[in-house]
């Protein structure tokens, strides 16, 4: 299978071009667009790291690795195309529009992060696992309903393979040929469990073949790769030929989340061979002639000041409001839950 | 300030009415959502050509479409879990899961899902749709197709629960159901889809969700029921009449959110209360509604509160079905027990 196959590649580890069939489409406005974005979502992430070990933040899942993945494949998308995220996505999720203040404010446990901004369709984080994938094809299934070109992206891991709603969700858009793009990030660990020991097949792509319908292996790390293959698609799905699964090989380089310790689980070698996807960015840049150190320099400066502006607006965020607690679990609350709501406020005013 | 004129609405033309079985108004309540609703859709296992196991979809694939009434794959997560999809994007789904028994591969889309999109958003989505099973036993199906899980439901915060017992109920819960902005089951009492039928209203109605109905007038005990029950109930109902005892007869009609007034009001009158159903006795709505009582009516109370269900055992292979279920020699049991206590 590994034959049939094969890793997509556009650039290998060194940064050279070896799909020259691509030459043309990678100018300097996309190559820098793809590297400022993958910068911007990584000094968020080790942002975030920091914030919850100075304890000014909840229990993050950090996705350092995975930006190529993540920024390659949220850039595919049209504006107006759905985006179903697990919990490890938020980077595809801020560079395809989410609000940064909020996504922090998400991971500090606040339900104000999971609102997308307006006109964004961007559905909250899926924390089971693969229960998202039935979802995204019936949002799409709605948009090939109302005839539109939009599409939708659904994310998930490895692990989420095993799971009955990965088969559901797949199933329905083959059987519905609706315009989903299945998006694989395979970054080998399903929290402590290797790849190895959750299927017995030699690639997830494979698994296309089940459903009829292609199924794409692409080098997760090589950002042009990931957008050009989501690219085509979610040009496949607009144009009515239904769902792909793609599987973007990756690594995760950090731990689960900042409650977990890899060294548990994961020999300290491992992944030692991987180019990380700025380096390699980085290195294809210098050897064409678009690495700019005071471009780099520049963007930097932004995207800190970014970030730092973010992190002060999520910290003086007005305080959770008790009252939402109860005022958004139905449209009109039932008067059950209209007594509880005052007999608790009630009880919060006696001090 | 301006004065608003009231403006009342004038009836287009007569009413007229069609006699329905349950499954039937079921079916006719569909028809009318699909017709004056173009958002309204249908899944479910064997809905289209087949009509449904119990022929609660006949005919509407025929008439509206493979578009619309779509025969899904066999899979009861994927069913909730795309209509959750469709619901987010602009359509109003009708889930129909075959038997209650076989809704627990959506159990997690439901709990984690259905239930909780507007509460996670703050309201920015949220999921307007209707999940219909039959439910019950007592019509020897197979193993398994016959439970009553209500309360799994019920305690899921973020959907609305109703369960008929008469045809014009049905059609006017589903219809109220599905104009809900919120997620509501209906569980359909497989026992009694074909059991009476009464005048239902052609076109649209709603019967109100929350509400229950106040089913015969009584003085001595208030008898608490829904679905399937509704029939031993009034059965030991006529007994106990026989023996001079007045009974009171509730329909809850609405299982989550319960209408407390109608409960209170019949007990602070009789002073006694037998509640009926054939869900399990721990864990069973019986409780919460025991504590309704005791939360209004504790000091109207004449004798402790009798609560008459299935066991805590699975629901039986049919051969021991009628065991299990709720019989109105147990109703009437009950009923003399708060009433000589």
Same mark, same amino acid.
């Given at each position: 299978?590994?034959?049939?196959?094969?890793?997509?590649?556009?650039?290998? &580890?060194?940064?050279?071009?070896?799909?020259?069939?691509?030459?043309?489409?990678?100018?300097?406005?996309?190559?820098?667009?793809?590297?400022?974005?993958?910068?911007?979502?990584?000094?968020?992430?080790?942002?975030?790291?920091?914030?919850?070990?100075?304890?000014?933040?909840?229990?993050?899942?950090?996705?350092?690795?995975?930006?190529?993945?993540?920024?390659?494949?949220?850039?595919?998308?049209?504006?107006?195309?759905?985006?179903?995220?697990?919990?490890?996505?938020?980077?595809?999720?801020?560079?395809?529009?989410?609000?940064?203040?909020?996504?922090?404010?998400?991971?500090?446990?606040?339900?104000?992060?999971?609102?997308?901004?307006?006109?964004?369709?961007?559905? =909250?984080?899926?924390? =089971?696992?693969?229960?998202?994938?039935?979802?995204?094809?019936?949002?799409?299934?709605?948009?090939?309903?109302?005839?539109?070109?939009?599409?939708?992206?659904?994310?998930?891991?490895?692990?989420?393979?095993?799971?009955?709603?990965?088969?559901?969700?797949?199933?329905?858009?083959?059987?519905?040929?609706?315009?989903?793009?299945?998006?694989?990030?395979?970054?080998?660990?399903?929290?402590?469990?290797?790849?190895?020991?959750?299927?017995?097949?030699?690639?997830?792509?494979?698994?296309?073949?089940?459903?009829?319908? =292609?199924?794409?292996?692409?080098?997760?790390?090589?950002?042009?790769?990931?957008?050009?293959?989501?690219?085509?698609?979610?040009?496949?799905?607009?144009?009515?030929?239904?769902?792909?699964?793609?599987?973007?090989?990756?690594?995760?380089?950090?731990?689960?989340?900042?409650? &977990?310790?890899?060294?548990?689980?994961?020999?300290?070698?491992?992944?030692?061979?991987?180019?990380?996807?700025?380096?390699?960015?980085?290195?294809?840049?210098?050897?064409?002639?678009?690495? &700019?150190?005071?471009?780099?320099?520049?963007?930097?400066?932004?995207?800190?000041?970014?970030?730092?502006?973010?992190?002060?607006?999520?910290?003086?965020?007005?305080?959770?409001?008790?009252?939402?607690?109860?005022?958004?679990?139905?449209?009109?609350? =039932?008067?059950?839950?209209? &007594?509880?709501?005052?007999?608790?406020?009630?009880?919060?005013?006696?001090? | 300030?301006?004065?608003?004129?009231?403006?009342?609405?004038?009836?287009?033309?007569?009413?007229?009415?069609?006699?329905?079985?349950?499954?039937?108004?079921?079916?006719?309540?569909?028809?009318?959502?699909?017709?004056?609703?173009?958002?309204?859709? *249908?899944? /479910?296992?064997?809905?289209?050509?087949?009509?449904?196991?119990?022929?609660?979809?006949?005919?509407?694939?025929?008439?509206?479409?493979?578009?619309?009434?779509?025969?899904?794959?066999?899979? $009861?997560?994927?069913?909730?879990?795309?209509?959750?999809?469709?619901?987010?994007? /602009? %359509?109003?789904?009708?889930?129909?899961?075959? %038997?209650? /028994?076989?809704?627990?591969?959506?159990?997690?889309?439901?709990?984690?899902?259905?239930?909780?999109?507007?509460?996670?958003?703050?309201?920015?989505?949220?999921?307007?749709?209707? *999940?219909?099973?039959?439910?019950?036993?007592?019509?020897?199906?197979?193993?398994?197709?016959? +439970?009553?899980?209500?309360?799994?439901?019920?305690?899921?915060?973020?959907?609305?629960?109703?369960?008929?017992?008469?045809?014009?109920?049905?059609?006017?819960?589903?219809?109220?159901?599905?104009?809900?902005?919120?997620?509501?089951?209906?569980?359909?009492?497989?026992?009694?889809?074909?059991?009476?039928?009464?005048?239902?209203?052609? /076109?649209?109605?709603?019967?109100?969700?929350?509400?229950?109905?106040?089913?015969?007038?009584?003085?001595?005990?208030?008898?608490?029921?829904?679905?399937?029950?509704?029939?031993?109930? $009034?059965?030991?109902?006529?007994?106990?009449?026989?023996?001079?005892?007045?009974?009171?007869?509730?329909?809850?009609?609405?299982?989550?959110?319960?209408?407390? $007034? *109608? *409960?209170?009001?019949?007990?602070?009158?009789?002073?006694?209360?037998?509640?009926?159903? $054939?869900?399990?006795?721990?864990?069973?709505?019986?409780?919460?509604?025991?504590?309704?009582?005791? +939360?209004?009516?504790?000091?109207?109370?004449?004798?402790?509160?009798?609560?008459?269900?299935?066991?805590?055992?699975?629901?039986?292979?049919?051969?021991?079905?009628?065991?299990?279920?709720?019989?109105?020699?147990?109703?009437?049991?009950?009923?003399?027990?708060?009433?000589?206590?």
């Amino acid at each position: 299978m590994n034959t049939q196959y094969p890793i997509k590649r556009i650039i290998d &580890d060194e940064g050279n071009l070896i799909d020259a069939s691509y030459q043309d489409q990678l100018n300097e406005q996309l190559v820098k667009d793809l590297y400022y974005h993958m910068h911007r979502i990584r000094t968020f992430d080790r942002k975030a790291i920091s914030l919850q070990r100075q304890g000014r933040l909840g229990t993050y899942a950090p996705f350092e690795g995975q930006e190529a993945s993540q920024v390659g494949s949220a850039l595919a998308l049209n504006a107006d195309d759905w985006m179903f995220p697990t919990y490890r996505d938020h980077g595809a999720k801020l560079t395809f529009g989410a609000d940064m203040m909020k996504t922090y404010l998400y991971w500090n446990g606040r339900v104000e992060g999971c609102v997308p901004p307006e006109g964004k369709k961007i559905f =909250p984080p899926a924390v =089971p696992i693969a229960t998202q994938l039935p979802h995204a094809a019936g949002a799409a299934w709605a948009e090939k309903r109302k005839g539109t070109k939009n599409a939708a992206i659904a994310y998930f891991g490895d692990g989420a393979t095993s799971e009955g709603d990965f088969h559901e969700g797949l199933n329905f858009a083959s059987v519905f040929q609706v315009p989903v793009v299945f998006f694989n990030q395979n970054n080998r660990y399903a929290i402590s469990v290797p790849i190895e020991k959750q299927m017995n097949s030699e690639t997830i792509a494979q698994k296309a073949v089940a459903y009829g319908i =292609p199924g794409v292996r692409i080098d997760g790390n090589d950002c042009f790769s990931v957008y050009f293959e989501v690219k085509k698609a979610l040009e496949h799905a607009r144009n009515g030929n239904g769902p792909t699964l793609l599987e973007a090989v990756t690594w995760r380089t950090g731990a689960h989340t900042t409650a &977990d310790d890899p060294t548990k689980y994961r020999p300290e070698d491992q992944g030692k061979g991987i180019v990380e996807p700025l380096l390699r960015m980085e290195r294809f840049m210098k050897n064409n002639g678009y690495w &700019d150190e005071a471009w780099l320099a520049e963007i930097d400066e932004k995207i800190k000041a970014e970030v730092e502006a973010a992190v002060e607006a999520m910290e003086s965020y007005p305080k959770a409001n008790v009252e939402d607690l109860f005022d958004h679990v139905y449209a009109n609350m =039932p008067l059950e839950l209209a &007594d509880q709501k005052e007999s608790y406020l009630a009880h919060l005013r006696r001090g | 300030m301006a004065m608003e004129m009231e403006v009342k609405d004038i009836p287009q033309k007569k009413e007229t009415t069609q006699f329905l079985t349950i499954v039937q108004a079921v079916n006719d309540g569909m028809k009318t959502l699909l017709e004056t609703d173009d958002t309204v859709m *249908i899944l /479910g296992e064997d809905i289209g050509k087949n009509g449904g196991v119990f022929r609660a979809t006949e005919g509407l694939q025929e008439k509206f479409g493979a578009d619309r009434v779509i025969d899904t794959p066999l899979a $009861e997560a994927g069913i909730i879990g795309t209509s959750v999809g469709l619901a987010v994007n /602009g %359509f109003k789904p009708i889930a129909e899961i075959q %038997f209650l /028994g076989f809704i627990y591969p959506a159990y997690e889309q439901i709990m984690t899902h259905v239930s909780r999109i507007r509460m996670r958003t703050m309201g920015h989505f949220s999921v307007p749709m209707v *999940i219909r099973a039959p439910y019950g036993a007592g019509i020897r199906s197979p193993e398994i197709h016959s +439970d009553s899980t209500e309360t799994l439901f019920t305690h899921m915060p973020g959907i609305k629960v109703v369960c008929p017992s008469t045809p014009y109920d049905a059609k006017g819960l589903l219809i109220a159901a599905m104009e809900d902005p919120d997620p509501v089951l209906m569980l359909e009492p497989m026992k009694s889809y074909r059991a009476k039928r009464e005048e239902v209203p052609t /076109g649209k109605y709603t019967v109100e969700i929350g509400k229950g109905k106040k089913v015969k007038e009584g003085t001595d005990v208030t008898l608490i029921a829904w679905g399937a029950m509704m029939t031993v109930v $009034e059965k030991a109902a006529e007994q106990a009449e026989k023996k001079g005892i007045s009974c009171e007869i509730i329909d809850l009609r609405t299982l989550y959110p319960i209408d407390r $007034e *109608i *409960i209170a009001e019949s007990v602070q009158k009789t002073g006694r209360a037998v509640i009926v159903h $054939e869900a399990q006795l721990t864990g069973g709505l019986g409780n919460d509604i025991v504590s309704i009582i005791n +939360d209004t009516s504790f000091l109207y109370l004449r004798a402790p509160i009798e609560r008459v269900t299935g066991f805590d055992v699975p629901v039986p292979f049919f051969a021991l079905e009628e065991d299990f279920l709720p019989t109105p020699a147990r109703v009437v049991e009950g009923i003399e027990k708060v009433v000589h206590f």
